[in-house]
């Protein structure tokens, strides 16, 4: 493993492999304790329910005690710098978790911070939740090599995490989006170089949909552009996983979104809350991947 975890491509397939069997084994086995006597440094930018709870009980669990901060409580870049809050950190603690908005921030800190960091999500990417969404395919019995995955809405951090892992295992990525509302090109374009996956945009989610194992969806008004919001519920509304939608699926298909949701919006309930979805399974599987990535990180296990 790297040094910190700040994004999917900075794993090896190796990698990948290492964490899949350990959340597994740590899924199973909730007797380990391998952050005894360590305690981890949580900084939450941006609001929080799966993560700030998952890592929290996490740490908890594998023996370790988390310590949460707010930005209000330490202002990230007004009262204190990127590269004071890595150095201070690093001084009393063992780990550092943050959600942040700017990514920049996030590798500015990982820099100066002696101790590994973890992408708790920025306006960039959530490698955490890519890997636990992996993890649930697993569960599922879906993992298999080229298993076909339809994004359908906004190109945003969970599609970029989505782009980096297909630069990694063999994947059929498939991005239904908007003009305008496309992924970070760089890494759009690094995913497709690495050639590992297919990788392709059809802004028709009736023919995207089509060849799906996986249908997968997000908010189309991520943290931070609420301002957006009358925008963009114009410009995706012909995005929605809807009863309608979903009558061009295979029929062992299975819907995912990482949560929350904007019911109604980007998702109806008859579809986020029917037999297919597996989102409960996970916003669990948070707690079980992130209580890898940190024995990993720690080097404990
Ligand atoms: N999926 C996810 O990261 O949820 P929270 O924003 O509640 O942490
Ligand atoms: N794209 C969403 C993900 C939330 C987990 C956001 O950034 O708000």
Redesign the pocket.
């Known amino acids: 493993m790297t040094q910190d975890f700040l994004s999917i491509a900075e794993l090896t397939r190796d990698d990948v492999e290492k964490l899949l069997s350990l959340t597994e084994r740590l899924r199973e086995d909730k007797t380990a304790k391998p952050l005894a006597g360590k305690t981890v440094a949580m900084i939450f930018q ?1 609001p929080s329910l799966r993560t700030r709870v998952s890592f929290e009980v996490g740490v908890v669990q594998l023996g370790g005690h988390p310590i949460v901060l707010s930005n209000e409580g330490i202002g990230i870049g007004t009262r204190e710098s990127a590269q004071d809050i890595g150095n201070i950190l690093s001084r009393f603690n063992d780990a550092i978790v943050a959600r942040l908005f700017d990514h920049q921030i996030l590798l500015d800190l990982a820099h100066y911070a002696s101790i590994p960091v973890i992408n708790a ?1 920025t ?1 960039l990417s ?1 490698p955490c ?1 890519i890997m636990s969404d992996l993890y649930t395919l697993q569960q599922h019995g879906r993992l298999q090599e080229n298993i076909s995955i339809t994004y359908i809405g ?1 190109g ?3 599609v970029n995490s989505w782009l980096e892992l297909a630069g990694i295992l063999p994947l059929r990525l498939t991005l239904s989006v908007p003009h305008g509302y496309e992924p970070d090109k760089q890494i759009f374009d690094e995913a497709v170089k690495k050639g590992i996956s297919s990788i392709q945009i059809v802004r028709d989610p009736k023919e995207a949909i089509k060849t799906a194992d996986v249908i997968y969806t ?2 189309w008004t ?3 552009q609420e301002q957006e919001r009358n925008k963009r519920l114009f410009d995706f509304w012909t995005y929605q996983i809807n009863a309608s939608l979903m009558k061009y699926a295979k029929s062992d298909a299975i819907v995912m979104h ?3 949701a904007h019911r109604g919006e980007e998702i109806t309930n008859e579809i986020l809350d029917g037999k297919i979805s597996v989102v409960i399974d996970q916003a669990e599987n948070r707690l079980h991947m992130q209580k890898a990535i940190l024995a990993s990180l720690l080097r404990t296990t």
């Open positions: 941006k999500l306006d959530h939740q906004d945003n951090n969970i997000d908010t991520s943290m931070g990482c949560l929350p």
